[in-house]
């Protein structure tokens, strides 16, 4: 702390954290029993402890910028733990989803994301687009004969739409990760610079879901976690792969069935799906273990959920040859496929980048995670 | 002796007594002290046994020794009326921890006995100290405390006099907003301290006297001369009991010179901002601006060597309610609560909690460094925070949560014409209190009972409870002393101390060691005594180097004659003889432990139970290795800070005496090893066997007392 500034507590900040998911901060008295059974605490870093007095002093470039929020995998043993009724797991997860506002560039995109108002004209966006690409592929017509999606949205058509898509969330997601870096080396006097080992660490831990592992309080969540994590590695590369197809192969959709690539999606769609819905549940069955689910986390699962959904039986209804159902399917599986994609570093989506991010920095700076 | 008052010795043989010596023999020996034969019984603490010696006593038993169980047991079964005076010998605790039908533990049983026939021949039966007494309670000091003692004296059916020195009644708690939460809803509550002062001011049973204060008092229970200073001029008046009632001072801010205190306008006490709440909107003090900020900085000068070493209990919870009252009268404001600790026990954590949930409140553990006058407003520096490291923060005004101070503290109250003092001893840091344990709600001048904030640091809701009881004990003391018996700890006892006066050297022993005070002193240094303040511990006894102080059941002579019967066997016979001389309050109770666990205990100890160490007479070694006896062990609470003794200061005297001792062994060429004071707790049962083995080594290392020879 710099020696001439004051110390400037935000008592609308603290409204908005419990307004956010974190209505418990004010309970915790500060025992550290969080701390000691938390896995994130390091000896110089008494998480969740401290958070939670800078939470209660509305103290937010503190909690904004702290690898520690990001590195918290919510696994609720804090909260099960804490003798005073505070959950510290629920502060987080509250402080998180003011972080995807917070970081957001165009901050505006954040702020919608977080409010209910807004969904629906998140949800426009895409639809009109694509509602302007059917009319202007087939004038919105149902093609005869074979169900082939790319008959009605032809490739060229979706990747002109999907690809600037991608590109506007790859921008935007560097810019927002520029802000979460450059503030987490403005809080943390370490180099701030990123290592080879701390990105190797970060992406080891990932894949093998090293911290869900660990948890007690919300342990099946590792499963559901990692169902999903896989499904949607393995969709992300269906997807390329059959770009691969099209553009070197020329080899169309749809694949056959027993396609290796075919396969791969296919699995990958039923992993995410029984991943989603596993968590789904365990929410509506075991808030006490899962902790809170916010508007933030409701939003991404279920258009998570949606577009797996709507993917399978898009699938399903091509197979059974009804057209009636298979092209609208197909179109409104487009408009959640792109909601996920586009706004990426605005809903819950990011928190892939913001807690890779974090678990670098960390790694970076001689801290393990 | 007439044949009436003859000892008479009965044997119990029950609990194994019968078992484990040679009964017989044991009823023989009264005879070599010319007193009939012992009788035998299988079971005296039966009906039929008691039955027995209602009988004997029917028959003209007028005293007895009951050599069976130990007297602390059976107390009532073996007490037949007052005419009847019994003296038990604890035969059965001393053979529970030897080995039966060994011919030590034979040589045992017989010294008990023998020292048991003498103590009893040499008892005689108090005579009460019955006086006409008066039974009104002076309080002194009219808050909360002083009110409430008041009004529970009242409804108890005694008459009050209340002395306060300000005009009206109210004390501390009369300034304040709002007090505690004590209804467990988490809300302070408005104060009932108007209504009460109505209710004492116009109690029929209550003398009130306003602006007033107690000139001096002399006398004792009962019998107090009390002096009070009064607008219409001085009073000479009778109490029976005093309860002190005088309160607390918040710690001189102006000591807290690092904290802004004295130097910073906007720096005040908690007890100078709840004024300022209670009078109105909270202004902070230099310019009358409303605070939108105010820091509480916690243990202002308490819990601190350089200031309060103690924490005041009440100072938390005062800040936690005055957080309420600055966010009550501005929603925006910020409240900064800095603590080393917060302590706010059992149902004060519900306020607590709820002051916690509130938005603009902002606590962190840190220590302040510095409270400091910036832009019209306070800065506040405070290190090692909960926040991490060192913060600074701005505020409109500080206030610093300071602790008690004993009113007592310097005295000024009673202003007792007592030899000791003319105020009641503290136990530390100024407050007159006692040992939480030995000693609930007593001071160490009978009659006297320091209540509320005087005694030790407590809030208005732990003072109300307190007045209560000290008014309680106040009854209890005059009721006691009208009937001629102590107060605790050795309440019931009519013995009382006499002084052989012709003696007497005026060299003051007495006068100064009395634990209670009770003896005054003439110009000449004679002692005056005061039985009624006298609480029988025999300090005094075992003071007088003249040996002239006794009581009737309990002398210097009765205990040397007890050492002179124990038998000593010659050196060839490799017996050492161990006296032990342990206070019944505490090592007594640890022995019967012990005997009660069937430990073994070295069948050469010979121990004799006493009021008090304070009251073992120095004469009694001389006299015990004058015998030939190889070692002296003195048994006694600890002493100290932590001290345990039930006199305060008795096995602190009885270990100073000890430091005379060299020379009375030196003149008698024996090693000063062979006397060693231990002190015991009540729970070293299982100690007992270690400590005495150690000494019985010592004794063996430094071999027989060369005067076993001439002894006879
Ligand atoms: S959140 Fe709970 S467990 Fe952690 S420090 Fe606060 S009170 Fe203790
Ligand atoms: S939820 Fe788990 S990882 Fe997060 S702070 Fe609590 S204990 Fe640590
Ligand atoms: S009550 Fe609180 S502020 Fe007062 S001395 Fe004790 S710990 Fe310190
Ligand atoms: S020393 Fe003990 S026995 Fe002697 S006068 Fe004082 S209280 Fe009484």
Redesign the interface.
Do not use: A
């Given at each position: 702390m710099n020696n001439t500034e004051y110390l400037e507590p935000d008592l609308a900040f603290v409204a908005r954290l419990k307004r956010a998911g974190g209505e418990s901060v004010k309970k915790c008295f500060q025992c550290a029993t969080c701390v000691a059974v938390c896995d994130v605490t390091q000896s110089d870093r008494p998480f969740p402890r401290k958070e939670m007095i800078w939470a209660q002093w509305g103290l937010k470039e503190k909690l904004f910028y702290n690898p520690d929020v990001w590195l918290c995998h919510q696994c609720g043993d804090c909260s099960t733990h804490c003798p005073r009724g505070a959950k510290p797991s629920d502060v987080l997860a509250a402080v998180r989803n003011l972080s995807f506002i917070e970081y957001a560039v165009p901050g505006f995109l954040g702020k919608m994301h977080s409010s209910p108002a807004a969904l629906v004209a998140l949800f426009a966006l895409p639809a009109a687009v694509l509602l302007l690409a059917a009319i202007y592929a087939n004038g919105l017509v149902m093609p005869e004969g074979e169900i082939v999606y790319s008959r009605f949205f032809p490739l060229a058509v979706i990747d002109s739409i999907f690809i600037p898509a991608a590109l506007f969330a790859l921008i935007t997601s560097i810019l927002s990760l520029k802000k979460l870096w450059s503030g987490m080396k403005r809080n943390s006097p370490g180099k701030g610079d990123p290592d080879a080992a701390a990105v190797f660490g970060a992406v080891k831990d990932i894949l093998l879901h090293k911290k869900f592992a660990q948890c007690r309080t919300n342990r099946p969540r590792y499963t559901g976690h990692l169902l999903i994590f896989f499904g949607f590695l393995a969709l992300f590369a269906t997807t390329n792969l059959v770009m691969m197809y099209h553009y070197l192969l020329g080899r169309e959709t749809p694949l056959a069935l027993g396609d290796p690539v075919k396969l791969l999606g296919n699995a990958g769609a039923l992993a995410a799906f029984a991943g989603v819905s596993y968590i789904i549940a365990r929410r509506l069955a075991a808030p006490d273990e899962t902790g809170k689910t916010s508007y933030q986390d409701w939003t991404f699962i279920l258009t998570l959920y949606a577009a797996i959904i709507t993917g399978i039986l898009a699938e399903s209804a091509r197979l059974a040859d009804i057209p009636a159902a298979a092209y609208p399917v197909y179109f409104t599986h487009l408009v959640f496929v792109f909601f996920l994609i586009a706004y990426l570093p605005f809903s819950k989506f990011a928190h892939m980048l913001y807690r890779t991010a974090a678990m670098i920095y960390a790694g970076s700076n001689g801290k393990n995670n | 002796m007439t044949q009436v008052n003859a000892p008479r010795v009965y044997i119990c043989t029950g609990c194994d007594i019968g078992a484990s010596v040679d009964v017989d023999k044991l009823c023989k020996i009264p005879a070599e002290f010319g007193v009939p034969q012992a009788k035998r019984h299988p079971f005296l603490c039966g009906e039929e046994g008691l039955q027995y010696l209602r009988k004997e006593v029917a028959e003209g038993a007028g005293r007895i020794l009951i050599a069976a169980c130990s007297g602390r047991v059976y107390a009532d079964r073996f007490d037949f009326g007052k005419d009847v005076m019994v003296e038990r010998t604890a035969l059965r605790e001393a053979l529970w921890v030897s080995t039966p039908n060994d011919p030590d533990t034979q040589l045992l049983a017989e010294d008990y006995l023998k020292m048991g026939i003498v103590k009893l021949q040499k008892s005689e039966k108090p005579e009460p100290y019955i006086h006409q007494l008066d039974d009104t309670i002076l309080v002194v000091g009219g808050g909360i405390t002083g009110m409430t003692a008041a009004l529970a004296a009242t409804d108890a059916g005694k008459r009050v006099r209340l002395v306060e020195k300000e005009a009206v009644l109210g004390g501390f708690v009369r300034k304040l907003k709002r007090r505690f939460p004590i209804d467990g809803t988490g809300n302070p509550v408005e104060t009932n301290i108007v209504a009460m002062a109505e209710e004492v001011k116009n109690h029929p049973a209550v003398a009130l006297h306003l602006s007033s204060e107690v000139v001096s008092i002399s006398g004792q229970p009962g019998e107090f001369d009390v002096r009070i200073k009064t607008p219409e001029g001085e009073i000479a008046v009778r109490a029976g009991a005093i309860v002190q009632a005088t309160g607390f001072r918040p710690y001189d801010i102006s000591k807290l010179g690092h904290l802004g205190g004295g130097t910073v306008d906007n720096v005040i006490t908690s007890a100078r901002f709840e004024e300022i709440a209670a009078s109105g909107r909270i202004r902070r003090p230099s310019d009358s601006k409303e605070p939108s900020s105010v820091a509480f900085i916690q243990c202002a000068g308490s819990r601190d060597e350089k200031h309060l070493p103690y924490c005041s209990s009440f100072c938390c919870m005062t800040s936690l309610k005055q957080a309420r009252y600055i966010r009550e009268q501005n929603p925006?404001a910020?409240v900064y609560i800095f603590y080393r600790d917060?302590r706010t026990p059992g149902k004060y954590e519900l306020f607590y909690?709820q002051m916690?949930?509130?938005?603009?409140v902002?606590?962190?553990?840190g220590d302040v460094v510095s409270v400091a006058g910036v832009d019209g407003g306070v800065?506040i520096v405070v290190n090692n925070t909960?926040?991490?490291?060192?913060?600074?923060?701005?505020a409109d005004m500080a206030v610093l949560a300071v602790g008690m101070e004993s009113a007592a503290k310097n005295g000024g109250a009673l202003h007792l014409a007592y030899r000791q003092g003319p105020e009641l001893p503290e136990l530390n840091y100024g407050f007159p209190d006692s040992h939480f344990v030995c000693f609930p709600y007593e001071t160490r001048r009978t009659g006297i009972y320091a209540a509320g904030a005087v005694r030790h640091p407590m809030d208005a809701a732990q003072s109300e409870t307190d007045a209560a009881g000290a008014a309680l004990k106040a009854i209890q003391c005059i009721t006691l002393a009208a009937a001629g018996k102590s107060a605790h700890p050795r309440s019931g006892d009519t013995s009382y101390p006499d002084i052989a006066f012709e003696r007497c050297t005026q060299c003051k022993r007495c006068t100064e060691e009395c634990p209670y005070g009770m003896y005054d002193e003439d110009a000449k240094g004679t002692p005056q005594p005061n039985p009624l303040r006298c609480r029988r511990c025999g300090t005094c006894m075992g003071a007088c180097p003249q040996r002239i102080i006794s009581f009737k059941n309990y002398s210097v002579d009765m205990f040397s004659a007890m050492i002179k019967a124990i038998g000593v066997p010659g050196e060839e016979e490799n017996r050492p003889r161990v006296l032990i001389l342990a206070c019944e309050n505490d090592s007594m109770p640890a022995f019967e432990m012990a005997a009660k666990l069937r430990l073994k205990l070295s069948p050469h100890i010979r121990v004799i139970g006493l009021r008090c160490l304070g009251s073992m007479n120095m004469v009694w070694l001389n006299d015990a290795f004058a015998k030939g006896l190889d070692g002296v062990l003195l048994f006694g609470c600890k002493f100290g800070d932590e001290y345990q003794c039930h006199n305060m200061k008795g096995s602190e005297l009885a270990s100073e005496r000890l430091s005379k001792l060299e020379e009375t062994l030196g003149r008698m060429s024996l090693e000063p090893e062979r006397v060693r004071f231990v002190p015991i707790a009540i729970d070293d049962a299982y100690a007992l066997p270690g400590i005495i083995g150690d000494f019985m080594k010592v004794i063996e290392r430094v071999g027989p007392n060369p005067f076993k020879e001439f002894a006879d």
């Open positions: - | 925006d910020k917060m909690k916690q949930d509130d938005d603009g902002f606590m962190t553990k800065e909960l926040l991490g490291g060192t913060i600074r923060v701005k």
